[in-house]
């Protein structure tokens, strides 16, 4: 019998037994592996205390901070500058990922 088979077999079996009813995990995603995260943190930790982060993440900033911004104009001509300001940011960040993408891919 093939693994797949004898995995298929055993799943089967083990629904019909209804031993998964109470399983607290049944349908949810596996959680994210915290090694890839965890590194992922220590390198931009590591870039932002030398001064070094990269473009991407200072324009997500610089659009978080954007959003806060809207968030306290009053009149309708501001929020449409800021507003101006906000896609700016979105476009120049989305050129810069498509950029890495086709640096990295090709």
Do not use: C, H, W
């Not at 298929?8 to 915290?34: F, T």
């Not at 932002?48 to 978080?64: H, M, N, Q, S, V």
Request: proline share 4%; no cysteine; hydrophobic share 35%.
């Amino acid at each position: 019998m093939a693994n797949k088979d004898v995995t298929e077999y055993l799943v089967a079996k083990v629904k019909a037994e209804g031993l998964l009813d109470g399983y607290k995990r049944a349908r949810k995603p596996n959680p994210p592996k915290q090694s890839d995260d965890t590194f992922l943190k220590a390198g931009y930790r590591i870039l932002e205390e030398t001064g070094a982060l990269p473009r991407e993440i200072e324009l997500k900033k610089a659009i978080a901070d954007q959003y806060e911004k809207l968030n306290t104009v009053e009149t309708e001509e501001e929020r449409e500058e800021e507003f101006r300001k906000l896609a700016e940011l979105q476009m120049v960040l989305g050129v810069e990922q498509d950029a890495r993408r086709k640096f990295y891919t090709d």
